[in-house]
């Protein structure tokens, strides 16, 4: 499994545009991003010298994490009696919350990857590769 993909799919908030108006957002969300994190924070085999500068990405996931919920929750909470306009807007949000978000994880990873030892960013190289028939 390539565990940055769920990570950054988490990041990217595709899975908003399949949400039902039926469920809310839930804490799961929250556990599962910090679930990813110690994956992630595995995986990458992150030193003791690179831990600062994993924890601003760590905080990016979180903090982006957070800021989709929230904006899933009021969507959720005011979808019944939503104008169109208002429907549209809120979609709009959550997709600007999405690029900022992708644009903070990549200033984050960045920074991150710019340090590692070559045989590191090749792990995080084949991390990042789409999973064999989840590119079509």
């Known amino acids: 499994m ?3 993909l769920l990570a950054l799919t988490l990041l990217c908030a595709s899975t908003c545009w399949a949400q039902t108006s039926g469920s ?3 804490s799961r969300h929250e ?9 992630l924070h595995s995986e990458l085999k992150i030193t003791p010298d690179e831990e600062a500068k994993w924890a ?6 979180r903090n982006n994490a957070k800021t989709i919920d929230d904006l899933l ?13 208002e429907n ?3 979609w709009n949000a959550i997709a600007q919350a999405n690029a900022e978000g992708s644009k903070a994880m990549l ?19 084949t991390s990042f ?8």
């Open 31 to 39: 556990e599962t991003v910090d679930d990813r994190v110690k994956e």
């Open 129 to 136: 590769r789409p999973v064999e028939g989840h590119t079509k």
């Open 24 to 26: 809310a957002p839930s």
């Open 107 to 125: 200033d984050a990873f960045s920074e991150l990857y710019a340090d590692m030892p070559d045989s590191q960013k090749k792990i995080a190289d």
């Open 88 to 90: 549209l807007q809120s």
């Open 73 to 85: 929750t009021q969507r959720h909470d005011g979808a019944m009696k939503a104008t169109a306009v």
């Open 2 to 4: 390539k565990p940055v």
């Open 56 to 61: 601003k990405v760590a905080d990016t996931m």
